[in-house]
Nanobody, 112 residues
């Protein structure tokens, strides 16, 4: 199982980024997938979970600004982040559930 997150970078507050998580080694279309983040000095927290192709839940802190999507043909999970805030600065990780695997993380920095 492999998960490769990419797409992070530096963006100004109010801007947008799209993260990708390319996967292999398992049946992506049947797997719940999620995005998590960890800011410096803080615990890792969940951002959102794609339970299935058409059912996704989000943390209150990102609801209405972030959107998770998945392309089952490309075995790839996405996180579209809009209206970014400085408090969104963190390393973002993708996660496969049951069994659990983590990607390596991609840094997102939002400047004020």
């Amino acid at each position: 199982v492999q998960l490769q997150a990419s797409g992070g970078g530096l963006v100004q507050a109010g801007g947008s980024l799209r993260l990708s998580c390319a996967t292999s080694g398992f049946t992506f279309s049947r797997s719940p997938m999620g995005w998590y983040r960890q800011a410096p000095g803080k615990e890792r927290e969940w951002v959102g979970i794609s339970h299935s192709y058409d059912y996704t839940t989000y943390a209150d802190s990102v609801k209405g600004r972030f959107t998770i999507s998945r392309d089952n043909a490309k075995n790839t999970l996405y996180l579209q982040m809009d209206s970014l805030k400085p408090e969104d600065t963190a390393v973002y990780y993708c996660k496969k559930f049951n069994p659990d695997y983590w990607g390596q993380g991609t840094q997102v920095t939002v400047s004020s």
